[in-house]
């Protein structure tokens, strides 16, 4: 059961460019989470944005979060080589009783950066 | 210590072979968690562990049998899997669960012919 869809699917630029990803999901949330993944290897948590913030910064990643139109979006800014990666938004799953559940995870987006 | 560290890396097993996956964490974590990935796809949830016990089951076939040994240890028995079954395993601990951040392990990388 998918809550989060990145868009785009795909995305190529080149070194020094930004990079903006984003992510929509159905229902409400307390928290949405950004995570890369290298080729084949496990996820790494990028950052996390709580429903009540509408922005947060991280080092060259800025995340936003509106929850009127459920969407979130992952800005890296002067892209390297290093940063090609896919990059996944998750969501907390609604649990039966309106609880915040486990994360589910998006599609991605597969960020191909050139040198 | 911010490890979750997976054995093996790689495993090929027939269809009629048991093998077991392996999972650790040593951050004091009190939820683990198994995720299925295939190839382009985003991680699935399969089972989820919370203080040790089996939280969650999503409706994942029983030639999958997860086991929690105890708080650092989380380990996925295969049995009479199918080349379906093929793909990562990701094992993921987060501090107390629920919609909390994830840390995960490289994955397991299943190879069943």
């Known amino acids: 059961s998918q809550q989060g869809e990145e868009d785009p699917q795909a995305l190529s630029i080149q070194e020094g460019e930004n990079a903006t990803m984003n992510c929509s999901y159905k229902?409400?949330?307390?928290?949405l989470q950004w995570y890369r993944q290298n080729s084949g290897r496990g996820l790494v948590h990028l950052i996390l944005?709580?429903?009540?913030?509408r922005e947060k910064h991280s080092g060259r990643l800025r995340v936003t979060l509106d929850t009127s139109k459920k969407s979130s979006s992952l800005l890296i800014t002067a892209s390297r080589a290093a940063d090609t990666a896919s990059y996944f938004c998750?969501?907390?799953?609604?649990?039966?009783?309106?609880?915040?559940?486990?994360?589910?995870f998006g599609k991605g987006t597969k960020l191909s950066v050139k040198p | 210590d911010t490890e979750v560290t997976q054995t093996p890396k790689h495993l090929v097993m027939g269809m009629t072979n048991k093998k077991s996956l392996k999972c650790e964490q040593h951050m004091g974590h009190r939820a683990m968690y198994w995720y299925k990935q295939k190839a382009k796809k985003p991680p699935e949830l399969m089972f989820v562990y919370s203080y040790e016990k089996l939280s969650i089951n999503e409706s994942v076939p029983s030639r999958f049998s997860p086991e929690c040994p105890n708080s650092s240890l989380l380990n996925l028995h295969l049995h009479a899997l199918q080349p379906e079954d093929s793909a990562l395993y990701l094992c993921?601990?987060?501090?107390?669960?629920?919609?909390?951040?994830?840390?995960f392990g490289e994955g397991s990388r299943l190879t069943v012919l």
């Open positions: 993921a601990s987060s501090l107390l669960g629920g919609a909390g951040e994830l840390f």
């Open positions: 944005i709580r429903s009540n913030e």
């Open positions: 229902t409400s949330i307390n928290n």
């Open positions: 998750a969501t907390p799953a609604r649990n039966y009783g309106g609880s915040q559940g486990n994360l589910i």
